[in-house]
């Protein structure tokens, strides 16, 4: 069975400007999770889909990011313009309803 | 809200023995799960153990295995037999009602040869 894929799995950027990260969970997973996770800290949720509808986006800083998860399968993660305090590992899960995450290898984004 | 606590922020064992993860936990909810994540240095995020928390028995998987204390909020990961292979960052979390998980600040653990 295939994993969670993310990419890039590197992404080196200027502040302000913008960048957008890609997830593909495992077939079948409803739930679709982004995480941020901050150098020397445990991930932080930024927002979670249940399909292709928002369950849960209180910590998105939303005057920045955006994200979208079309059909509900693949999800998409857009920062504009990014912030030299965004620099991060982005972390993408998918899991069954109800059942464990299972995570991606991650992005690591540096913005300059 | 939530919280969960690590207060280990590094940890080292030897090869072959034994060592435990502190975790505490802060929660309202009566029935949730709580989960122990390896991270190693590829910084890909694999699931280790899983504990319900209205089940009694302690979850064990192979080396590892937990000692659930609910009354204490406490949930800590033993290694037993630690290999080379264990070095990597453990996150100790907790699910929320929406399904998302709240980490700990993760402890470091390096196995010695």
């Known amino acids: 069975e295939a994993g969670v894929a993310q990419s890039p799995r590197y992404k080196i950027i200027e502040k302000r400007q913008s960048v957008a990260f890609w997830c593909n969970p495992i077939s079948g997973h409803a739930t679709l999770y982004w995480y941020q996770q901050i150098l020397g800290q445990g991930p932080k949720l930024l927002i979670q889909?249940?399909?292709?509808?928002?369950?849960?986006d209180s910590q998105l800083p939303k005057d920045r990011f955006s994200a979208e998860r079309l059909k509900g399968v693949d999800s998409t993660l857009k920062i504009q313009p990014a912030k030299l305090e965004d620099s991060a590992v982005y972390l993408c899960a998918s899991s069954l309803v109800g059942r464990a995450q299972y995570f991606g290898p991650g992005t690591r984004l540096l913005v300059l | 809200a939530q919280t969960v606590t690590q207060s280990q922020p590094e940890m080292s064992v030897q090869e072959a023995e034994t060592v435990t993860l502190s975790c505490t936990y802060d929660?309202?909810?009566?029935?949730?799960?709580l989960f122990w994540y390896k991270q190693p240095p590829s910084r890909q995020m694999i699931l280790v153990i899983r504990q319900e928390a209205y089940k009694q028995q302690n979850a064990t998987e192979n080396r590892f295995s937990v000692n659930f204390q609910k009354a204490a909020k406490s949930f800590s990961l033993k290694i037993s037999d630690s290999q080379l292979g264990d070095t990597a960052m453990y996150f100790c979390?907790?699910?929320?009602?929406?399904?998302?998980?709240?980490f700990g600040k993760g402890t470091k653990l390096s196995v010695k040869p």
């Open positions: 929660t309202s909810e009566n029935n949730y799960y």
């Open positions: 979390a907790s699910e929320t009602l929406s399904g998302n998980l709240i």
């Open positions: 889909f249940q399909n292709n509808g928002v369950v849960d």
